[in-house]
């Protein structure tokens, strides 16, 4: 088989092609370095197998070719990351919903199967846990850029949804949750990397708001397990599923639990959200997914620990500092 990511030299592009690779499929990568980076695939770069492509998925030539040559797509190409949200909102908007209508309107006229990656962001201020994939979105003001992400992609999910309905292009959605693991850069935001590099380089680690709110960690081999199969599976045409992890942690343990795995004197201090992101940032206090429409599909179940998942990212943190220079002992 011939797999096309968009987005395949991400943090969860590259764990995917990885994947398909030992599958024994070829893989084709498009990606613009734009969040992604060479580092993530340069394991990859020489397997007989593996194409990649440092190009952006507007570039419709090339991307037509691709898509023609693929059986499936999974397209991961986005704008992700609060941070990378809150500071460049204009770009999140507009790489989100354009890249998505060039891969399904490829993908129709190419007739072939796409799989689009979105977010559990899209539950927004949703309060009532576990979120199930047919619940109420509650979003905040448009003033507040944020919601401009969850937005985007639920823009992103009608439309995949709207083509298999309208015109029957075989359509799939993964709403993934907090997905975490080896390769994933702090740069944009995201808690665990940040939290283990401070821990690790003895920073303060820095707590957003009280610590209380919680999220569900999802290792990212037991997220490409669940895309993998969602993609195969031909029953999931238009449908939306969640795949997330099932163990439930706050912030603050979180910080606790990395500062104690890593042996680490840091101080764990709290930050205003204000001072953090911006005045008047809205976090969501709970985030935790129903699986049980994964499960059903695919028999997925997460099988990594967040012990676990936090030990491989400790791990692959200190090579790399100690490969920046960062770290000269621990
Ligand atoms: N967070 C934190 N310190 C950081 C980065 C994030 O306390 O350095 C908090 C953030 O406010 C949120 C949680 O950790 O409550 C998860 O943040 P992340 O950006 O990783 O994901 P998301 O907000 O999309 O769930």
Not at 184 to 206: E, K, S, W
Not at 209 to 231: E, K, M, N, Y
């Amino acid at each position: 088989m011939k797999v096309l990511i968009t987005g395949g030299a991400g943090f969860i592009g590259s764990h995917l092609a990885e994947r398909h690779l030992a599958l024994g499929d070829e893989v084709y990568i498009i990606d613009d370095l734009s969040t992604g980076s060479i580092a993530n695939i340069q394991h990859l770069k020489l397997h007989p197998q593996f194409v990649y492509h440092i190009d952006s998925v507007t570039n419709t030539h090339l991307m037509a070719e691709l898509v023609d040559l693929c059986d499936v797509i999974y397209h991961l190409a986005a704008a992700v990351g609060v941070r990378l949200i809150l500071d460049s909102p204009v770009r999140t908007i507009e790489t989100n919903i354009r890249c998505t209508e060039i891969v399904l309107s490829l993908a129709e006229t190419k007739r072939k199967r796409v799989l689009i990656t979105s977010t559990s962001e899209v539950y927004g201020k949703q309060d009532q846990v576990p979120f199930r994939e047919d619940d109420d979105l509650v979003l905040g003001a448009t003033s507040k850029s944020r919601w401009s992400y969850a937005c985007s992609k639920a823009i992103d999910e009608f439309l995949a949804i709207a083509y298999w309905r309208e015109r029957k292009v075989p359509t799939v959605i993964a709403r993934l949750f907090n997905t975490v693991g080896p390769r994933q850069t702090g740069r944009y935001g995201m808690v665990i990397p940040n939290f283990v590099t401070q821990a690790l380089t003895g920073a303060d680690i820095r707590v957003f708001g009280d610590g209380t709110q919680s999220r569900c960690f999802t290792h990212v081999s037991d997220a490409v397990d669940a895309l993998v199969d969602i993609a195969a599976h031909p029953g999931a045409n238009g449908q939306v599923y969640n795949v997330g992890g099932n163990h439930e942690i706050t912030i603050l343990d979180l910080a606790r639990t990395i500062r104690d795995m890593t042996g680490s004197k840091s101080r764990i201090v709290l930050v205003p959200y204000s001072t953090a992101y911006e005045e008047g940032f809205e976090d969501m206090m709970r985030r935790v997914p129903d699986i049980s429409k994964v499960n059903r599909l695919t028999g997925y179940t997460p099988k990594v620990s967040l012990e676990q998942s936090l030990a491989s990212i400790i791990e692959d943190q200190r090579i790399r500092l100690r490969e920046h220079g960062v770290l000269t002992h621990a």
